[in-house]
């Protein structure tokens, strides 16, 4: 069980937009910045999001990132067959003094 | 370029240890917090266990605390996870991820990621 959680996958036809959502609490997201990061198949974690809402140079601004209270979102607009991949909420937890992940999320483009 | 790049993976029975590393280049690791995370086949994500760049600060999981224990030799540039007391649920790809610690000016706060990741490492315990 995550200490963040996200929906165990979400789908969305190309070009279409879809969200992934990120709950904790206020010992994590409510009080801490929460990074994104895209897991293609077969390969290492990519930053994709941090602080919040901010994109590492090279990530296209069809992803973006929002957080209110202590939940996050991740946005992707335009869906690629590309964009196909396992999504990851994370963000430092202040009481467990511990960096907490969600459980992953499988986006499919239809 | 900036890299990490693990080693140490491999197979070894359960209660058996393993030492990983994790060469950095193409930056100044000595200025860098660093972490370990692994993944469990089939299965998402997990913080291992964290360390300041003078190694002052190191946190661990709790699945973890008490069999590894992790280090850095800023010399060789090197990241290192100690792990004794393997166990079956030790069985995953680790990976190496460089930590970033930067100031916000506008909140004062400090926000946190993981920008720089290795290709990982394969741990298998399994007798």
């Known amino acids: 069980q995550s200490v963040l959680t996200q929906p165990p996958s979400v789908s969305a036809a190309p070009g279409q937009m879809v969200t992934i959502s990120c709950s904790g609490s206020s010992s994590n997201i409510g009080n801490n910045y929460v990074s994104w990061y895209q897991q293609l198949p077969g390969t290492a974690p990519k930053l994709l999001i941090y602080g919040n809402n901010k994109r590492p140079s090279g990530i296209p601004d069809r992803f973006s990132g929002s957080k209110s209270g202590a939940s996050a979102t991740l946005g992707v607009t335009g869906l690629q067959t590309g964009d196909e991949a396992d999504y990851y909420c994370?963000?430092?937890?202040?009481?467990?003094?511990?960096?907490?992940f969600g459980g992953g999320t499988k986006l499919t483009v239809l | 370029e900036v890299q990490l790049v693990e080693s140490g993976g491999g197979l070894v029975q359960p209660g058996g240890s393993l030492r990983l590393s994790c060469a950095a280049s193409g930056f100044t690791f000595s200025t860098y917090r660093m972490n370990w995370v692994r993944q469990a086949p089939g299965k998402g994500l997990e913080w291992v266990s964290y360390i300041k760049n003078n190694s002052q600060t190191i946190y661990y999981a709790d699945s973890v605390k008490g069999r590894f224990t992790i280090s850095r030799d800023s010399a060789k540039n090197s990241l290192y996870l100690q792990m004794n007391s393997l166990r079956a649920e030790d069985t995953a790809v680790y990976y190496c991820?460089?930590?970033?610690?930067?100031?916000?000016?506008?909140?004062?706060?400090?926000?946190?990621?993981?920008?720089?990741w290795g290709k990982g490492t394969t741990v298998t315990v399994s007798s």
């Open positions: 994370g963000t430092w937890d202040s009481s467990l003094s511990a960096w907490v």
């Open positions: 991820a460089r930590f970033c610690a930067v100031h916000d000016p506008h909140t004062k706060y400090y926000y946190y990621y993981m920008d720089v």
